[in-house]
């Protein structure tokens, strides 16, 4: 069970996903009428894109990145009233929308927040008839098409079903984003160096850990805490001291936990109703769950003798962020909460099921944020297949801002599940 647990999420689910190279088409924002926002005609200037990859890459010598994704178009006013700071802007979230509809969607969150959710339903209903009147199209043309016409139209349905794919992405972020609004949680933005610390630590954002527990369900939230203990060890209560730490692992860890939340809310929903229906099976064991390994080994360090060790040795990123901690001291963090021991209640099907990310969408998006998170690090494929990251850069942060993180980055994974759901109920896109 745990070897195929194990590939649910880290293997599976993402595997699913391959890059493709999107030309986007910014669209012009225009005002018809007071407090109405239209598009306007398109622009055609390509926009290169780069991808954080969290598949496995192929074997050779070879450069690979995440891609530098700077800044979030939409731009929020500064709350502060003093002369300085009076007329700027700051960041609502780190990644750049690029399609019309994203566009449009950005400077709804800016002018009218509460008119999110429906510009959504009426964006969504226009790419449902788009895509009916694409396919009628095809099925009337291409019957009676042949040679250099064939070719065309399908490219131009090509074309078309990719533009589409971009926008519901981008929708699908918009709406993650507005739900980290609605909540009063700014999201981190891009992690660099700031010129106002001379010890040139990265996490000057306020803590909200308070806000972000309060997110998730008493048994959800037990469930983070062990994710937390598990990555943090006997760090977990120190918010304070430092550690210079590659960014590149701290992004492995970043993308690994939205993974976990989104698994996690998927779980949990289905726990809550059978809990609500009093349906819930009547034996559960106290045994320790398998929970971690059905989300990857990837994200949980050494618990003692070799074999552990080397397996996590091939995802260096947890042991690094625990600061060498002892392994002895994870497994003694752990509580036993009814959602995990609810978990282990699945069969291995199910497990692989629940563990596996639904979309090609929800993939790209875990891509792109943690790209735009962490910028492009400077890593090597070697022929043996490792990873050769000596040039990575090296980032100094607390224990407190990495915590803000994996809160974060867990949540990030909730909403996603859910406004993925939510989108798929108007626009279907979820595979079967």
Same mark, same amino acid.
């Given at each position: ?119 959504? @339903? ?31 139209? /399908? ?9 589409? /794919? ?7 972020? +918009? ?6 609004? @609605? +909540? ?83 779980? @949990? ?18 045994? @320790? ?10 994200? /949980? ?31 003694? +963090? ?99």
């Amino acid at each position: 069970m745990e070897a195929a647990a194990t590939s649910s999420v880290f293997q599976s689910s993402i595997a699913a996903s391959r890059p493709s190279n999107l030309i986007a088409r910014p669209g012009i924002l225009t005002a018809n009428g007071p407090g109405f926002l239209r598009l306007g005609p398109k622009t055609h200037s390509p926009i290169k894109q780069h991808r954080f990859s969290i598949c496995q890459p192929k074997v050779g010598h070879r450069r690979m990145g995440y891609g530098s994704r700077r800044g979030f178009v939409v731009r929020a006013a500064a709350a502060s009233s003093s002369p300085d700071s009076a007329g700027s802007a700051s960041p609502i979230a780190p990644l750049q929308l690029e399609s019309p509809i994203g566009q449009f969607l950005s400077q709804i969150m800016i002018s009218h927040p509460h008119l999110v959710p429906s510009a959504v @339903d009426q964006q969504l209903e226009q790419l449902q008839t788009d895509r009916d009147a694409e396919q009628k199209k095809e099925q009337k043309e291409e019957p009676s098409a042949s040679g250099t016409d064939l070719v065309l139209y /399908r490219r131009i349905a090509e074309v078309k079903a990719t533009e589409r /794919r971009k926008a519901l992405e981008e929708i699908l972020y +918009a709406l993650v984003v507005q739900k980290f609004m @609605d +909540a009063n949680v700014s999201l981190v933005p891009a992690i660099s160096p700031t010129a106002s610390d001379p010890s040139g630590q990265v996490d000057s954002w306020p803590s909200q850990d308070e806000k972000l527990e309060q997110l998730h369900s008493p048994e959800a939230y037990e469930m983070i805490r062990n994710h937390l203990s598990l990555i943090l060890g006997n760090r977990l209560g120190d918010s304070t001291s430092l550690a210079k730490i590659s960014k590149l692992k701290v992004g492995q860890v970043y993308a690994a936990s939205v993974m976990y939340g989104y698994f996690l809310k998927r779980v @949990d929903q289905r726990f809550q109703l059978e809990k609500t229906m009093k349906i819930l099976p009547g034996a559960m064991g106290a045994e @320790d769950s398998d929970i971690h390994k059905s989300v990857g080994e990837d994200v /949980r360090p050494g618990s003692g003798g070799e074999a552990s060790q080397a397996g996590a040795s091939s995802h260096p990123e947890v042991p690094s962020l625990a600061g060498g901690v002892s392994p002895g001291g994870f497994g003694n +963090a752990l509580k036993h909460s009814r959602l995990r021991t609810y978990v282990m209640s699945f069969d291995g099907e199910t497990l692989h099921r629940y563990a596996t990310i639904r979309s090609r969408e929800a993939i790209s998006i875990i891509e792109k944020h943690t790209e735009a998170l962490f910028g492009r690090p400077d890593i090597v494929i070697t022929p043996q297949g490792t990873v050769d990251s000596s040039k990575d850069d090296l980032i100094k942060i607390s224990f407190g801002g990495l915590r803000r993180l994996i809160l974060e980055s867990v949540t990030f994974g909730s909403f996603l599940w859910d406004v993925e759901s939510y989108v798929d109920s108007r626009y279907h896109f979820v595979a079967n």
